[in-house]
């Protein structure tokens, strides 16, 4: 069992960023891709970027790429995602999840939200001035 806890979200005003971070515990020692999703109000849930085990592979929803960056430390068995020039549309709570990957290149379809087995409580990010 894995377990995943998020951190680092707040109020923000808009261009500015905040780092969140996902700490996981328990059974760590298999291969996990992580993801980054959100979900704002009245909106769909949707994938906002992934990292591989290895961290070589990692995928960034196309409105975010330029402005979020996804990078991981498998020592402290952490994932970040560093979020610059915020935008009011940025506002959501945010969450992590993992998945049980077959090597540690491969990072799931942003789309394939329903592959990941473990999930965060969700951290709350309000872009606003």
């Known amino acids: 069992q894995l377990h995943l806890v998020e951190s680092g979200g707040g109020l923000v005003q808009p261009g500015g960023s905040l780092r969140l971070s996902c700490t996981a515990s328990?059974?760590?020692?298999?291969?996990?891709?992580v993801g980054w999703f959100r979900q704002a109000p009245g909106k769909e849930r949707e994938g906002v970027s992934c990292?591989?085990?290895?961290?070589?592979?990692?995928k960034l929803l196309d409105s975010v790429k330029g402005r979020f960056t996804i990078s991981r430390d498998n020592v402290k068995n952490m994932v970040y995602l560093q979020m610059n020039s915020l935008k009011p549309e940025d506002t959501a709570v945010y969450y992590c999840?993992?998945?049980?990957?077959?090597?540690?290149?491969?990072?799931?379809?942003?789309?394939?939200?329903?592959?990941?087995?473990?999930w965060g409580q969700g951290t709350q990010v309000t872009v606003s001035s």
């Open positions: 990292i591989s085990q290895s961290g070589d592979g990692t």
């Open positions: 999840a993992a998945y049980a990957a077959v090597n540690n290149l491969y990072c799931p379809d942003l789309t394939d939200a329903y592959v990941y087995e473990y």
């Open positions: 328990g059974f760590t020692d298999e291969t996990y891709a």
